[in-house]
């Protein structure tokens, strides 16, 4: 059974960082990675960041310079590292994991981890 659980998330002043971390059990990793999404109230969720299994990155615009994403295969562990956070970065931040190469077209979801910034 895949597990993914979030935390990390909490309060933070504009400007300041934050660090995401998805312990993940039950997957196994490959080619089609993983991923963090976020939702804030009355959007749809919204793909921040994608690592595939050969360590390509990418970003959503509204991330990408500010946010880090990063996969540790041996801890079993997916990261996001939030630096000069803004208000509009405030949502629910949930871990994928993908699978079902070629396509990719399966995912698995975590509970999500609210993250919240002020000015």
């Known amino acids: 059974q895949v597990q993914l659980v979030e935390s990390g998330g909490g309060s933070v002043q504009a400007g300041g960082s934050l660090k995401l971390s998805c312990a993940v059990s039950?997957?196994?990793?490959?080619?089609?990675?993983m991923a963090w999404y976020r939702q804030a109230p009355g959007n749809e969720r919204e793909l921040v960041s994608n690592i595939r299994g050969d360590g390509t990155t990418t970003y959503a615009v509204a991330v990408k310079g500010r946010f880090t994403i990063s996969l540790d295969v041996v801890k079993g562990a997916l990261y996001l590292q939030m630096n000069s956070l803004k208000t509009e970065d405030t949502a629910n931040y949930y871990c994928?994991?993908?699978?079902?190469?070629?396509?990719?077209?399966?995912?698995?979801w975590g509970q999500g981890t609210q993250v919240t910034v002020s000015s």
């Open positions: 994928a994991a993908r699978w079902g190469a070629p396509r990719c077209s399966g995912t698995y």
């Open positions: 039950g997957y196994i990793f490959n080619t089609c990675g």
